[in-house]
């Protein structure tokens, strides 16, 4: 085996090793609310992350600001 045969399988273990960890270190999302938007025909879901006290939404606002009346409803009625 010529040491560029072995330099690509090294490369090749690091990369499957890696990738690996990373399938295993996504966050899970959990549904926790929909809202119909009041402006439009939209709907925005709440998404809870890993089982945490994080929250998401898809709104504008939450994407503006990181903060929004559908998440706070959802921590309002935990």
């Known amino acids: 085996m010529t040491y560029i045969e072995e330099l690509r399988e090294w490369a090749n273990e690091r990369v499957a090793d890696y990738a690996k960890r990373m399938e295993n270190s996504k966050p899970q999302y ?3 609310g929909e809202f119909k938007s009041s402006s439009s025909k939209a709907i925005y879901r709440v998404w809870r992350i890993n089982n945490s006290d994080t929250l998401r939404c898809e709104c504008p ?3 503006f600001r990181k903060s929004c ?3 706070k409803e959802v921590l309002a009625s935990c």
């Open 30 to 32: 959990d549904k926790v």
């Open 61 to 63: 606002g939450f994407i």
């Open 69 to 71: 009346k559908h998440t």
